[in-house]
Nanobody, 114 residues
Framework: QVQLAESGGGLVQPGGSLRLSCATSRHIFPMATMGWYRQATGNQRELVAT???????NYADSVKGRFTIFRDSTKNTVFLQMDNLKPEDTAVYYC????????WGQGTQVTVSS
């Protein structure tokens, strides 16, 4: 069973920053594409960003230039640095580990509001 431990969500004002983290085991991390998806109330889950084992990254157009995904192999952790947050970024953010199938974290709430 693949376990993903997320942290870092919370309440932030528009224009602020948050960093999400997602840790997994040393047996999984080196082989998995890691990523973040989000789901706002009433919407479908959507891609935020992914990072492959070889370091390639992919971002949703809505977050390009504001969010950065990066992997730390010493910690078996993927991070999502979110800057210049907007109210429309409010959602539950889910960590993804992609192997032969997708594994999901439990989700962490991000709320952007004044």
């Amino acid at each position: 069973q693949v376990q993903l431990a997320e942290s870092g969500g919370g309440l932030v004002q528009p224009g602020g920053s948050l960093r999400l983290s997602c840790a997994t085991s040393r047996h999984i991390f080196p082989m998995a594409t890691m990523g973040w998806y989000r789901q706002a109330t009433g919407n479908q889950r959507e891609l935020v960003a992914t990072a492959t084992v070889d370091g390639s990254t992919n971002y949703a157009d809505s977050v390009k230039g504001r969010f950065t995904i990066f992997r730390d192999s010493t910690k078996n952790t993927v991070f999502l640095q979110m800057d210049n947050l907007k109210p429309e970024d409010t959602a539950v953010y889910y960590c993804l580990a992609r192997l032969l199938r997708d594994y999901w974290g439990q989700g962490t709430q991000v709320t952007v509001s004044s």
